[in-house]
C-alpha cells in the first residue's frame, strides 16, 4: 500500500498534537526537530533509541569539542559566494541575494566562519549524479557556495532561486524551494546543517521535512524575509535570513571579544 | 565565567536543524577531507569502521566530521583544511605540513569511512578521544559522539564520561587493530547503539 499525502498529513498532525500536549503539560518548547519523527521516513531506521548522554560544559570547559575548527582566506575563492559566476555562461532562473548575519544565542556575532551552501538549480534539479529528477540541468549552474563571515557576523551570496521538487517519501511528496546551509560557530557544539526557505511557499503544509519542526515559532525561523533593501536594482530580489546557533559556545574571554 | 542557561528566555530562539541529505555529495566532501594528518608524521593514527543503521544495514550516504587536538592536547586555530586554487576555483587539497585537526568523510558504497590524523592528546579531565560529528539523510539533527583509543586503562577508567556510561562504554573505544589503526563501527540505532552526545 502506498502512502498518500492525506496518510502523511494525519500524521503529520498527529504529531502536532503530541507536541502540543507536551508543551501543555510543562515541557519545554522544542527549538529543533525531533529526530524519531516518522512521517519523515528516512529517519525511522536513523534515530538513536538509547537517549542521548548529557556532557554539562561548565564542569568541563577545556573540552575540544569547545573550540571549532578554524577555516579562512584559503579556504574560499572571491567568487565562492556567487553562485551565478561559477561558468562561462549565465545560468537560468531568477537571481537572488542572501544575506544575513550569524549569531549565536546570546545574540553575538560569529566572526570569520565558514558558511558553505547548496541547492537546486531553478527546474529544482541538483548537479549530483544520483538525482534522478526528471528536470533539465543548467550547466551554468552548479549551485555550491562557501563565504566566511565578516567581523559582525554578516554574510552575502548571490544565487539563483531554487525551484521545488519531488521526493519519494510518500506518492507526489514535493519538496519547497529551500537552500541548504552548512554553518560552524565558535565551538563545535554549535554546528548546524539547516535549510532556508522562501516566503508564502504553497509546498510548506505539505512537506515533513520542514513539518518536522513541530513548534510554529521555529518553523517560521527557517522562512527567509523578503527584504527590497537587498535587492540590486535591474538584477536580483533579495532576502535576509539570520541565523542562531544553538549549543554552548566558547566562552566570551577566551576569544577575547 | 558562567556559560548562560541555554534555555533561558532571554536567550535568542535558535534556528532549528536539517537533514544534511539526500544530495550534499556535489557540495560538502572534499578531496583529502580524511587525510588529516600532516604527511609522514609519526603521530599519525588511522581510524576506520562502517556507519549502519537499526536494521544492521550500512549508511552509503553518512557523512562524518572528525575534530581533534594535537598529541599535546592543544587544539589547533589552523585554516587549509579546504584548501583552494585561486586561479581555478577547485580544491588544492591540504598542504601536507600543517594540522588543522579537522577533516569531513563521506562514507563509501559500503558504508565505511575512514580518517588519519594525530593521536589526540587529553584534555583536562578527560582521556583522549577525537570528537566525531555524524550527518545523514534521514538525521534531522545531526549527532555527536567521540572515539577514544585504546591502550591507557588508566586513563579510560578515569574519563567522566566513560565511568558515566557504564556498560556502553565499549561503544565508545576504538578496537585496535595494530599498527596505528583502530576500528570504530557507529552504530545509529538497536542493538550496540553508540552512546551520542548532548551538549549543555
Not at chain 1, 98 to 111: A, H, K, T, Y
Not at chain 1, 158 to 182: C, D, E, K, L, M
Not at chain 2, 8 to 25: D, L, M, R
Request: aromatic letters at 10%; hydrophobic letters at 35%; one cysteine or more.
Amino acid at each position: 500500500m502506498s502512502l498518500t499525502q492525506h496518510d502523511i498529513d494525519q500524521e503529520m498532525a498527529a504529531e502536532r498534537v503530541a507536541y502540543a500536549k507536551r508543551v501543555a503539560d510543562g515541557a519545554p518548547v522544542e527549538h529543533h526537530p525531533r529526530r524519531d519523527y516518522a512521517p519523515y521516513r528516512s529517519s525511522v531506521l536513523r534515530h538513536p533509541k538509547q537517549p542521548l548522554v548529557a556532557i554539562d560544559t561548565r564542569q568541563d570547559p577545556e573540552l575540544v569539542e569547545l573550540r571549532s575548527p578554524a577555516f579562512g582566506e584559503r579556504d574560499i575563492t572571491e567568487i565562492d559566494n556567487d553562485l551565478t559566476r561559477q561558468h562561462t555562461g549565465e545560468p537560468i532562473g531568477e537571481r537572488i541575494t542572501v544575506s544575513g548575519r550569524l549569531l549565536d544565542r546570546d545574540g553575538r556575532p560569529v566572526r570569520g566562519q565558514l558558511i558553505e551552501i547548496w541547492q537546486a538549480n531553478s527546474a529544482g534539479r541538483y548537479a549530483h549524479r544520483r538525482e534522478q529528477h526528471d528536470a533539465p540541468l543548467d550547466p551554468n549552474f552548479t549551485g555550491v557556495g562557501r563565504t566566511l563571515t565578516d567581523a559582525e557576523g554578516r554574510y552575502h551570496f548571490t544565487t539563483i532561486q531554487p525551484g521545488p521538487y519531488p521526493w519519494r517519501n510518500h506518492v507526489n511528496a514535493w519538496r519547497p524551494a529551500h537552500i541548504h546551509f552548512s554553518v560552524f560557530g565558535t565551538a563545535f557544539t554549535q554546528r548546524l546543517v539547516t535549510q532556508m526557505y522562501f516566503p508564502n511557499d504553497p509546498l510548506f503544509p505539505y512537506d515533513p521535512i520542514l513539518q518536522s519542526v513541530t513548534d510554529d515559532a521555529a518553523r517560521h525561523r527557517l522562512v527567509a524575509t523578503y527584504d527590497h533593501g537587498l535587492s540590486v536594482p535591474e538584477f536580483s530580489l533579495g532576502y535576509r535570513w539570520d541565523i542562531v546557533l544553538d549549543g554552548p559556545a566558547a566562552t566570551w574571554i577566551e576569544e577575547g571579544r | 565565567m558562567t556559560l548562560i542557561d541555554p534555555g533561558s528566555p532571554e536567550q535568542v530562539p535558535p534556528t532549528p536543524s536539517h537533514t544534511v541529505g539526500p544530495f550534499y555529495g556535489y557540495a560538502l566532501p572534499f578531496s583529502g577531507g580524511e587525510e588529516i594528518a600532516p604527511l609522514g608524521h609519526p603521530d599519525t593514527v588511522t581510524v576506520h569502521g562502517h556507519v549502519l543503521d537499526g536494521a544492521g544495514d550500512p549508511l552509503p550516504d553518512a557523512l562524518l566530521e572528525v575534530w581533534g587536538p594535537r598529541p599535546d592536547g592543544t587544539v589547533p586555530r589552523v585554516d587549509g583544511a579546504l584548501r583552494r586554487d585561486p586561479a581555478t576555483g577547485g580544491f588544492l587539497g591540504r598542504n601536507g605540513v600543517e594540522f588543522t585537526g579537522w577533516g569531513r568523510i563521506q562514507t563509501d558504497a559500503n558504508g565505511h569511512w575512514y580518517v588519519r590524523t594525530l593521536r589526540p592528546g587529553a584534555r583536562g579531565r578527560n582521556a583522549p578521544y577525537l570528537s566525531v560529528c555524524v550527518f545523514a539523510r534521514g538525521l534531522l539533527v545531526h549527532l555527536f559522539t567521540r572515539v577514544y583509543l585504546p591502550g591507557d586503562d588508566a586513563a579510560l577508567a578515569a574519563d567522566p564520561l566513560l565511568t558515566r556510561v557504564g556498560d556502553r562504554r565499549d561503544t565508545l573505544i576504538a578496537a585496535d587493530e595494530g599498527h596505528g589503526t583502530y576500528r570504530f563501527d557507529i552504530r545509529l540505532q538497536g542493538e550496540g547503539e553508540t552512546v551520542f552526545l548532548e551538549y549543555q
